[in-house]
């Protein structure tokens, strides 16, 4: 059975550090294409960073330098380290797979984590 399983999540100050992790199980990390995603209150989710089969990483323009997303294989373990929040990276975060039939991009995800909330405050 297919699983991922978020943890980390929290509440912080702004320009504080939290590291989420994603447990995975049912299938291997390293054959498949892994991001994050968030979700702020009355906005749709959207991409964070992904990171592929041979840990090539992706990430959106405006969090470049503040998260790093990394894989532990042998853990079969995702995590997003998360450095100087900011309020505006109040969201649930989600952890997902993508099997990269089309390659490793934003979208065609096919495993879903029940996320975890993060809460910066100013």
């Known amino acids: 059975q297919v699983q991922l399983v978020e943890s980390g999540g929290g509440s912080v100050q702004a320009g504080g550090s939290l590291k989420l992790s994603c447990a995975a199980s049912?299938?291997?990390?390293?054959?498949?294409?892994m991001g994050w995603f968030r979700q702020a209150p009355g906005r749709q989710r959207g991409p964070v960073a992904r990171?592929?089969?041979?840990?090539?990483?992706t990430y959106i323009d405006t969090l470049k330098g503040r998260f790093t997303i990394s894989k532990d294989n042998a853990k079969n373990i995702l995590s997003l380290q998360m450095n100087s929040l900011k309020p505006e990276d109040t969201a649930m975060y989600y952890c997902?797979?993508?099997?990269?039939?089309?390659?490793?991009?934003?979208?065609?995800?096919?495993?879903w984590g029940q996320g975890t909330q993060v809460t910066v405050s100013s």
């Open positions: 997902a797979a993508n099997p990269m039939w089309l390659g490793c991009d934003n979208e065609h995800y096919v495993y």
């Open positions: 049912g299938f291997t990390v390293s054959t498949y294409c």
């Open positions: 990171i592929d089969r041979v840990n090539v990483t």
